[in-house]
């Protein structure tokens, strides 16, 4: 096995393997698009004995303070364990956070090899799983209701999100320049935000929250019908999240709303604070 750096000249030779990974078919336009030559400077390749690629190691930064890695290696690859552990291990040798920074990755609950792998290699486990729904997207919803936000809201938009995740303004201006926020809103308010991921196929809601003033009012079960009508209208074929298995309240959202858990793709955190 061979490690090498990712970087412009490899990058649209991993398509195949970025696919894998993610379960789709990755946009190689939108990862030339994306790519940071001086983030990537960490990035790591791992090719097999007859030059074919087998897995690798990245991440992007997701917030002020935390950024989400990404390790996959072939499930047919022997050794699995151990190639992981030596793209981890370059990987980690070579990223450079500021202090109090977190890098998180998450692991499918089934792939024993790469969670003993990445716990192996001083990363944390989160007690928690994160369970993965998902629903195919068949038919119209509901009439569309314009939850498209304008710059304007953005603090509230921070408000609201804040009570699931920490996110700053500048976070919040960032998606929204990369139209992928949506919102309801309640009496001026934004009673509920979304984060989104377009994908060729699929839309990911990454992060879904209600302000406390809003809850059991219907508004996320509002703001994701017009999710759902939103990849109708643009042909996706499915729209997917994940979620902390003791937030009730949500799972039960998410099911009342049509989803259906996919326990294959079911994860568990692991992260390190810098």
Same mark, same amino acid.
């Given at each position: 096995?061979?490690?090498?750096?990712?970087?412009?000249?490899?990058?649209?030779?991993?398509?195949?393997?970025?696919?894998?990974?993610?379960?789709?078919?990755?946009?190689?336009?939108?990862?030339?698009?994306?790519?940071?030559?001086?983030?990537?400077?960490?990035?790591?390749?791992?090719?097999?004995?007859?030059?074919?690629?087998?897995?690798?190691?990245?991440?992007?930064?997701?917030?002020?303070?935390?950024?989400?890695? *990404?390790?996959? &290696?072939? @499930?047919?690859?022997?050794?699995?364990?151990?190639?992981?552990? /030596? =793209?981890?291990? $370059?990987?980690? #040798?070579?990223?450079?956070?500021?202090?109090?920074?977190?890098?998180?990755?998450?692991?499918?609950?089934?792939?024993?090899?790469?969670?003993?792998?990445?716990?192996?290699?001083?990363?944390?486990?989160?007690?928690?799983?994160?369970?993965?729904?998902?629903?195919?997207?068949?038919?119209?919803?509901?009439?569309?209701?314009?939850?498209?936000?304008?710059?304007?809201?953005?603090?509230?938009?921070?408000?609201?999100?804040?009570?699931?995740?920490?996110?700053? *303004?500048?976070? &919040?201006? @960032?998606?929204?320049?990369?139209?992928?926020?949506?919102?309801? /809103? =309640?009496?001026? $308010?934004?009673? #509920?935000?979304?984060?989104?991921?377009?994908?060729?196929?699929?839309?990911?809601?990454?992060?879904?929250?209600?302000?406390?003033?809003?809850?059991?009012?219907?508004?996320?079960?509002?703001?994701?019908?017009?999710?759902?009508?939103?990849?109708?209208?643009?042909?996706?074929?499915?729209?997917?999240?994940?979620?902390?298995?003791?937030?009730?309240?949500?799972?039960?959202?998410?099911?009342?709303?049509?989803?259906?858990?996919?326990?294959?793709?079911?994860?568990?955190?692991?992260?390190?604070?810098?």
């Amino acid at each position: 096995m061979i490690l090498s750096k990712i970087d412009l000249s490899n990058l649209r030779e991993l398509q195949p393997l970025l696919s894998l990974s993610a379960g789709y078919q990755v946009s190689i336009e939108d990862e030339l698009e994306y790519f940071d030559p001086e983030a990537s400077k960490s990035w790591f390749l791992a090719t097999g004995s007859n030059d074919e690629k087998i897995g690798f190691v990245r991440c992007f930064r997701q917030g002020s303070d935390w950024s989400l890695g *990404e390790l996959y &290696v072939d @499930e047919k690859c022997q050794n699995r364990r151990q190639i992981a552990m /030596s =793209l981890l291990n $370059s990987f980690t #040798s070579q990223i450079k956070f500021d202090s109090g920074h977190r890098l998180r990755f998450d692991i499918r609950i089934r792939d024993l090899e790469l969670n003993d792998a990445i716990v192996a290699c001083g990363f944390s486990q989160k007690q928690q799983t994160f369970i993965h729904f998902e629903i195919n997207v068949t038919n119209a919803v509901t009439k569309p209701f314009h939850s498209k936000p304008l710059p304007s809201q953005a603090s509230k938009i921070v408000e609201t999100l804040r009570f699931l995740n920490h996110v700053t *303004e500048s976070d &919040v201006l @960032e998606w929204m320049k990369q139209d992928a926020i949506r919102i309801v /809103s =309640l009496h001026a $308010s934004v009673a #509920s935000a979304a984060h989104v991921s377009e994908s060729e196929d699929a839309i990911e809601i990454v992060r879904i929250a209600t302000h406390a003033n809003f809850l059991r009012r219907g508004c996320a079960s509002s703001l994701i019908s017009e999710i759902l009508q939103e990849a109708f209208e643009k042909k996706k074929l499915r729209v997917y999240l994940k979620v902390e298995d003791i937030r009730a309240p949500a799972i039960s959202t998410y099911i009342k709303s049509g989803f259906k858990e996919n326990d294959l793709k079911s994860q568990i955190w692991h992260s390190r604070w810098y």
